[in-house]
């Protein structure tokens, strides 16, 4: 399988599943895949699926991951992100590449450190996942035990809060409870096409400190 696995094309907005994928063959598949590629992967239940991202997808990861980046600066608020970092467990057999992920409140905890390895150290806070392919999981990352998964769909912006073990639907989320985030950021995405990037984010961070003096 691993010597075909170069001739293997997906197209933007395509997907291909492996079956019956072990995982000691999801980690050499992931090795020679490498780092320095356009493909997403997802791994659950020894199904491998393997996407390949539309440039619209794309641009709509990079103005949320901006605007989110705007407000945890404005707020004052340390973070790290990850993009599509590889987050796997091997006892969970699960693994997922998210479109964008940030450590905010597990910070601290992490930084510095090159290597993550989720058996031991904190999974990102907060995961970022645009679907225009129908490709989310969220049992992945509930099962990984991502705090809050972020799901932006048709224009909408879902935030999914995990308690007790599963996902809820939250208007506001836990880590931003005191701002409208979910009905406020797909307003500034959709700014940013008419008005631009800087221009969007701009307003975007006026409006925090708009909230802040409140």
């Not at 000691?24 to 992931?30: H, Y």
């Not at 491998?48 to 103005?63: G, V, W």
């Not at 997922?96 to 090159?114: L, M, V």
């Not at 645009?130 to 998964?149: C, F, K, M, N, W």
């Amino acid at each position: 399988m691993l010597l075909e696995l170069d001739r293997i094309e997906v197209p933007p907005g395509h997907r291909v599943l492996l079956q019956n994928v072990s995982w000691q063959e999801f980690e050499q598949i992931l090795e020679e895949l490498g780092d320095r590629r356009a493909t997403r992967i997802a791994y659950e239940n020894r199904i491998l699926e393997i996407m390949t991202p539309l440039p619209e997808h794309e641009a709509n990861k990079e103005i949320i991951g901006d605007l989110l980046k705007a407000l945890l600066e404005e707020l004052e608020i340390e973070f790290l992100t990850l993009g599509s970092t590889t987050f796997k467990n091997q006892q969970m057999l699960q693994g997922i590449e998210p479109d964008q992920c940030f450590y905010i409140q597990n910070e601290a905890k992490i930084r510095g450190k090159k290597r993550l390895d989720l058996n031991i150290d904190p999974p990102p806070d907060l995961a970022l996942e645009v679907d225009l392919t129908s490709r989310t999981h969220p049992s992945i990352y509930q099962a990984l035990g991502i705090p809050e998964l972020w799901r932006f769909e048709k224009g909408q912006l879902q935030i999914n809060v995990l308690r007790n073990g599963k996902y809820e639907v939250s208007e506001r989320g836990d880590i931003f409870s005191a701002l409208p985030i979910a009905q406020v950021i797909p307003q500034y995405r959709d700014q940013s096409r008419v008005i631009g990037r800087n221009a969007a984010l701009k307003a975007f961070r006026q409006w925090i400190r708009q909230q802040l003096e409140q």
